[in-house]
């Protein structure tokens, strides 16, 4: 069966909802507005979390967990889309099984002189840059580009005053996206989406598909939005795919930073170094209750304790050229240094 992650929203009777078209689109312009105006859209920092695992041919091939630093450069960042940057404090990391390894095949014919990659780049910041290109794409930002329909009443949630909400892009041309979002109908704002249809840059597939779902969950904090939880499942040659986060409450701050910093820590989500785990006594997933179909297919010489442990204390992903020669990509020490020394200047905020 397919693995799922517990940001999924309920869906119950809650007895039909009668909207005229004039109604409804207007209360989602109204929404649209609303999030434009409670939207964080300044720079801040927060805790949180995240989870990347995936099967290959209905065996788990990699599982990863994590603790990170949220930074939101705010949207005037150097990059319009990649105002969001994570900051990982803890991986743990599972080593990696051939099947997985063998799905990478549009790095290797895209960069032939590599023979080898030991990994594919996290999939924690595409699922970030996904998100951002709903904001800016979306109905949130262009309720007239979509049409909108009072979502079944199997879909419809049990919690009161709240309404689902089907949208569908209007036109065929340009980024599409397709799904429903659960409306607080008492002040007229966005609880949570559910995306049927998203497109999605897949870090091991080296290319956009545009078959993923996503789930996200909007917080509220002293009245502005942020995001709360995000979720991407893909589902490709054989391969179940799902990478997810959680962040806490915003803190607001605003520093400088030079062009060269930003991409700095771009280069780090990238390809991170994974900070050094001494010892582990008992591993407690936050995202998986049941762990023991993971042991069973990664286990083998080493338990998950020790595979976290071994492949901390070094790059995320490297590549081996055909004279043997190790590359580490775009980064380098410096790149590591800088991001270790904004991961505690983020510390020191949120203390």
Known sequence: MP????????????????????????LMRSVSDNYQNDILSEQYVSEGEFVEKARCGGKWCLFTEGEVYLRS?????????????????????????????ATMDGYESTFPDFKYLSDTQPGKHAL?????????????????????????????????GLLSIDFVSNSSRGTTYKGRMLISTEVERVQRIILDQVP???????RWHNNAQSKITF?????????????????????????AARFGKPIMHDWETT???????QNHTANPWVPEL??????????????????ADLEHEKNLEQQFVDNSNQPWRYNRKHNGEIHFGHAGEAVFEYARTVAEKIRKVLE
Not at 3 to 26: K, M, P, W
Not at 225 to 235: G, K, M, N, V
């Open 128 to 160: 970030l840059t996904g998100f951002r290109f709903f904001e800016m794409n979306g109905p949130l930002n262009h309720p007239r580009r979509y049409r909108f329909s009072v979502s079944t009443e199997e879909q419809q949630p049990d919690e009161p």
């Open 3 to 26: 693995y799922t992650l517990d940001l999924a929203v309920a869906e119950t009777n809650n007895g039909s909802n009668d909207l005229t078209e004039r109604e409804l689109n207007r």
């Open 200 to 206: 999605f840059h897949s870090m091991n597939f080296f």
């Open 219 to 243: 917080g509220y904090c002293n009245g502005r939005a942020y995001l709360s939880e995000i979720s991407t499942r893909l589902d490709h040659r054989e391969v179940e795919y799902l990478v």
């Open 278 to 295: 001494v010892s582990l006594d008992r591993f407690e997933s936050r995202f998986v209750s049941d762990l023991s179909a993971i042991r």
């Open 259 to 265: 062009a060269r910093e930003y991409f700095r820590i």
């Open 73 to 101: 450069y705010g949207y005037d960042a150097t990059v319009e889309v990649g105002n969001f940057i994570l900051i990982p404090t803890v991986i743990y990391k599972s080593d990696r099984t051939d099947k997985w390894k």
